[in-house]
């Protein structure tokens, strides 16, 4: 792999049909994307919908080394979600598959294709305890140290499967 590879957080979750299945092959295909290597993977989580309805969601986060800059790999996530039937009727729909950007090393990017660190991930339960299991140190870009938001989202109940 190349020197030039970066960090990329990945938040996973989906909440029809067989969401766990299509998680669980979601993260497979993380482990063969190109320029990548799946560094590390949360427990599966459920969480019900925010902003949403639908069932609830099982949900995930990954870590991976990638040279692919950041609209590569967010190209590359929109084309795995399609795979697996991801439609967008409308915002916050319930969902096959979402794949998302949250963080992608340092950087602190906005424009209208992505925007990192994600902007809602510190108000949610579902993407901050999977990624502190895989790094209790985590800091998130501009925030500071993940943990530090635990408090804020404990009344989002969420459960590990």
């Keep these: ?4 590879s970066t960090q990329a957080w990945i938040g996973i979750g989906g909440n029809l049909g067989d969401a766990r299945a299509t998680v669980e092959e979601a993260i497979a295909h ?6 990548s290597q799946l560094l590390g993977t949360s ?4 969480t019900a919908p925010i902003d949403s309805s639908g069932d609830d969601y099982v949900n995930a986060v990954a870590l991976v080394s990638t040279s692919l800059t950041a609209l590569e790999l967010l190209h ?11 439609e967008r009727p409308y915002r916050n729909a319930p969902r096959t598959l ?3 950007v949250l963080m992608y090393g340092e950087a602190v990017l906005e424009d209208e294709e992505l925007i990192v660190p994600h902007p809602r991930m510190a108000q949610r339960a579902f993407v ?5 299991e895989i790094d209790a140190q985590v800091q998130i ?3 500071g140290a993940a943990r530090d938001y635990l408090d804020a989202i404990s009344d989002q109940p969420i459960s590990r499967l």
């Design 43 to 46: 427990s599966l989580y459920r």
């Design 76 to 86: 590359a996530l929109q084309a795995i979600e399609r795979q697996h039937g991801r």
């Design 128 to 132: 901050l305890v999977p990624m502190l």
């Design 141 to 143: 870009p501009g925030l």
């Design 30 to 35: 993380l482990a063969r994307l190109p320029q």
């Design 98 to 100: 979402d794949l998302d």
């Design 1 to 4: 792999m190349a020197s030039s």
